[in-house]
C-alpha cells in the first residue's frame, strides 16, 4: 500500500473549515483514500473514503486531485470537538491487511 | 449500545502473568483486528481474522496470542505479560465488499505491565 504524509499539526478557528492535506504520490489505480480520526485515546472514528471522485457525508468533504497524488479533508464548520488526530491511509480492499499502515496523522486543534 | 465492545476498559497486572483481553461486535461483519498503540505513535497491527477459521499474523505478533470463539468474538492474549506490552489495544471489524474495508473501532483497552 501507498504511503502517506501529512503535516504533524495543524489550529483551526472554531466555525471556519478545516483543511487537512494529505501526499499520496504513490498510490496506484485500486487504492482507496480513507481519512479517520481519534479523539484523545478513543478508538479511530471512521470519517470518509473515496477513490477518485470527490466524496461528501455528514461529516466532511474529500477532495481528490485529479492525479490523485494529493487529498483534502474538509470540517467544514470546525467545533471543539473535532480536536483529534486525523489520519489518512491509502490502500486496496483486496490486499491483505497486515500492510495496513495508520502513522502519526495530523493532530488538529480548534481553537475557540 | 456500541457496535464493538471490549473488555476489560482498563488492567493493570504484573510482568509473567497471563491475561486476555476481549472483543464483541454486533455489526455482524467477518473480519477483526487487534492493534496496539503506545504514546506518541500511530497504530500498530498484531493479529488479524477474516473469518471464523482464519488467523494471520500483523506486523507485531511476537509475544501475543489470539481465538476468533465465533464471528462475533475475538480475543488477544499476552501469554507472559512484560512491561514493554503496556499499550493502549483496540480491536477493530470491517465487512469486505460492501464499505471498502471501512474499519469500526472499539473503545480501547488500557494495559499496564508492571
Given at each position: 500500500?501507498?504511503?502517506?504524509t501529512q ?15 494529505c501526499n ?5 489505480g ?18 470518509i473514503h ?63 | ?42 497504530l ?39 512491561p ?10 470491517s465487512?469486505?465488499?460492501?464499505s ?10 488500557r494495559?499496564?505491565?508492571?
Amino acid at each position: 500500500d501507498a504511503k502517506t504524509t501529512q503535516p504533524p499539526s495543524m489550529d483551526c478557528a472554531e466555525g471556519r473549515a478545516a483543511n487537512l492535506p494529505c501526499n499520496h504520490s504513490t498510490i496506484s489505480g485500486n487504492e482507496y483514500v480513507y481519512w479517520y480520526r481519534q479523539i484523545h485515546s478513543q478508538g479511530p472514528q471512521y470519517i470518509i473514503h473515496g477513490l477518485k471522485n470527490n466524496e461528501t457525508n455528514e461529516m466532511a468533504s474529500l477532495i481528490i486531485t485529479e492525479d490523485r497524488k494529493s487529498s483534502t479533508l474538509i470540517l467544514p464548520h470546525a467545533t471543539l470537538r473535532d480536536t483529534a488526530v486525523y489520519y489518512c491511509i491509502v490502500r486496496s480492499p483486496q490486499t491483505g491487511a497486515n500492510n495496513l499502515f495508520f502513522g502519526t496523522g495530523t493532530r488538529l486543534t480548534v481553537i475557540p | 449500545d456500541a457496535d464493538v465492545t471490549q473488555t476489560p476498559r482498563n488492567r493493570i497486572t504484573k510482568t509473567g502473568k497471563r491475561i486476555m483481553l476481549e472483543c464483541s461486535q454486533t455489526k455482524g461483519h467477518d473480519r477483526m483486528y487487534w492493534y496496539r498503540q503506545d504514546p506518541g505513535l500511530g497504530l500498530r497491527l498484531i493479529y488479524y481474522s477474516f473469518d471464523v477459521k482464519d488467523i494471520n499474523k500483523g506486523e507485531i505478533s511476537d509475544g501475543y496470542s489470539v481465538s476468533r470463539q465465533a464471528q462475533a468474538k475475538f480475543s488477544l492474549s499476552l501469554e507472559s505479560a512484560i512491561p514493554n506490552q503496556t499499550a493502549l489495544y483496540f480491536c477493530a471489524t470491517s465487512d469486505f465488499g460492501r464499505s471498502q474495508e471501512t474499519q469500526y473501532f472499539g473503545p480501547g483497552t488500557r494495559l499496564l505491565v508492571l
